[in-house]
């Protein structure tokens, strides 16, 4: 079924600077006069953010395909109670990570079978894609200085290998769908903004277009 609304989602490795990108996004969409709402994956709904807690716990040990499958579990309840009403609704939803992340993450980073990867996604969206994917891209090295000091959860605490290999994985998907739109994550943040800010202006104005 159509939905009126539009699904944007940001992807990226960790440190990659998606949620302020994110906020400068909102504030400038609403203050355009357009309705939006951002939410993070995993979570959004009750389930969802303790699904999330599991997951990114450090002390959790959790094997590959449970990982899958508890991602793809946190997916299924918040596109049912949250991102479907939205669109349904006419709004602009932000997501902060989606189907992509799975493919990046499990996929390419873990090794689990992508085409699998792809059939849980299509389970715990009924088919549901984002319009628009934008991809910030950022060497591996810059996600680990940008996250010195900083606590890590269970997936960051990842080397730099399995880092490496999800960036790879984003840049291949990215050159294969349409939707991606890639940013090199390096610029300065108000650059970032205002060629993120370009892209989603010219691409609500239905010029889909680079
Ligand atoms: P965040 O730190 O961007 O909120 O994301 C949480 C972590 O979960 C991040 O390291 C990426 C990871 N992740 C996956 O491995 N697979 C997924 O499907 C999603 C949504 C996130």
């Given amino acids: 079924m159509m939905s009126r609304g539009m699904l944007i989602s940001f992807e990226g490795i960790d440190g990659a600077g ?9 504030r400038e969409l609403r203050a355009k006069g357009y309705k939006v709402s951002t939410l993070r ?26 990982e899958a499958l ?9 596109v049912q109670d949250v991102v479907r009403p939205l669109l349904d609704e006419g ?5 902060d990570r989606f189907i992509d992340s799975t493919i990046a993450y499990q ?7 992508i085409e699998g990867l792809h059939r849980l996604n299509f389970l ?11 991809l910030l891209d950022i060497p591996v090295d810059l996600s680990s200085r940008r996250r010195q000091g900083m606590l890590s959860d269970r997936m960051e605490k990842e ?14 998907m990215a ?30 104005k239905g010029d889909k277009r680079d």
Wanted: aromatic share 6%; proline share 5%; net charge neutral.
């Fill in 175 to 204: 050159g294969k769908l349409p939707r991606f739109r890639v940013i090199n994550g390096s610029l300065p943040e108000e650059s970032i903004s205002a060629i993120i800010i370009d892209i989603v202006v010219r691409f609500l």
């Fill in 70 to 78: 508890l991602y793809a579990a946190a997916r299924a309840q918040l």
């Fill in 107 to 113: 996929g390419y980073g873990r090794g689990l079978d």
């Fill in 91 to 95: 709004a602009i939803v932000l997501a």
């Fill in 41 to 66: 994956e995993p979570g959004g709904t009750k389930i969802s953010e303790q699904i999330r807690e599991l997951l990114l716990d450090s002390s959790s040990r959790i094997n590959p395909v449970a």
């Fill in 159 to 172: 080397g730099m290998a399995f880092q490496d290999r999800v960036r790879r994985g984003y840049l291949e």
């Fill in 124 to 134: 715990a969206t009924g088919g549901l894609e984002p319009d628009l994917t934008i």
């Fill in 18 to 26: 998606k949620s302020t990108q994110i906020k400068a996004l909102e």
